[in-house]
C-alpha cells in the first residue's frame, strides 16, 4: 500500500527555520496535507497544496512539492514556542483517502 | 465554528470488555472516520463511512466494528477489548462537495485495556 514516512523530531531555536521532510510513495496523490497536532488536542489543518503545484506560500508557512521525487516539505519561519507540536504530512489518493505519516515532533528552545 | 466531539477523553476498560467510541459531528458532514494513533506510526484508518449506514474497511478493521445510523454520529465498537487495542483514537469529519476535502478531527479519546 501507499507509504508516507517523516522524520521523527526536529528542535529548533526560537526565531531559527524550521523545515519537516515528508516523502510518499503514491504517484495518484492529488492533494497533499500539513496537519499540526498540539498536546492533548486533535489534528488541525494548517495546510495544502495541491499536486500540480510546486510552492505555496501561507503568512510563515511554505510547502514545497516536488512531484517527480515525490518529496514534501514545511517549512516554518520565525519560529516560535507556540510552534512546539507534532506535524503530519499526508496524502490523498484518487480514492480520496488519506494516509498519514508518522509525525515528526517539533521542539522551539528560547 | 466547525465542531467534532467524542464522548470520553480518557477510558480505562478491562480485557475482554465491550467499548463504545462515539463521535458526533455539527456540521453536516457526508463523511466520517475513525483512526488509532499510535507513536511513531501516525494515524491509522480503521473504519470509515461515507453515509448514513454505510461504512468501509480501513487499514487496520480487525477487532473493531462501527456504526452509523444517524449523519451526524459515528461509532466505533470493540466487541471484545485487548491490551493491544489500548491507543489514542481520533475521529474526524469531512464534507464530499469541499475540492480539498479537509477533514476535521475531534479532541481524541485515549483509551487503555488492562
Known amino acids: 500500500g501507499e507509504d508516507v514516512e517523516q522524520s521523527l523530531f526536529l528542535s529548533v531555536r526560537e526565531g531559527d527555520s524550521s523545515v519537516i521532510n515528508c516523502t510518499y510513495t503514491?504517484?495518484?496523490?492529488?492533494?497533499l496535507y500539513w496537519y499540526k497536532q498540539e498536546p492533548g488536542a486533535g489534528l488541525q489543518l494548517l495546510t495544502y497544496?495541491?499536486?500540480?503545484?510546486d510552492m505555496k506560500q501561507d503568512q510563515r508557512l511554505t510547502v514545497l512539492l516536488n512531484k517527480k521525487d515525490k518529496h514534501l516539505s514545511l517549512r516554518i519561519a520565525d519560529t516560535q514556542t507556540g510552534d512546539s507540536a507534532i506535524y503530519f504530512c499526508a496524502e490523498r489518493d484518487a480514492g480520496n483517502k488519506l494516509t498519514f505519516g508518522g509525525g515528526t515532533r517539533v521542539l522551539v528552545k528560547p | 465554528d466547525v465542531k467534532v466531539t467524542q464522548s470520553s477523553r480518557y477510558l480505562v476498560k478491562r480485557t475482554g470488555e465491550k467499548v463504545f467510541l462515539e463521535c458526533v459531528q455539527d456540521m453536516d458532514h457526508e463523511n466520517m472516520f475513525w483512526y488509532r494513533q499510535d507513536p511513531g506510526l501516525g494515524l491509522r484508518l480503521i473504519y470509515f463511512s461515507y453515509d448514513v449506514k454505510m461504512k468501509e474497511k480501513g487499514d487496520i478493521p480487525e477487532g473493531y466494528s462501527v456504526s452509523r445510523e444517524k449523519k451526524e454520529r459515528f461509532s466505533l465498537i470493540l466487541e471484545s477489548a485487548s491490551t493491544n487495542q489500548t491507543s489514542m483514537y481520533l475521529c474526524a469529519s469531512s464534507p464530499s462537495s469541499a475540492p480539498r476535502n479537509e477533514q476535521f478531527f475531534g479532541p481524541g479519546t485515549r483509551l487503555t485495556v488492562l
Open positions: 497544496i495541491f499536486s500540480n503545484m
Open positions: 503514491d504517484s495518484s496523490s492529488t492533494y
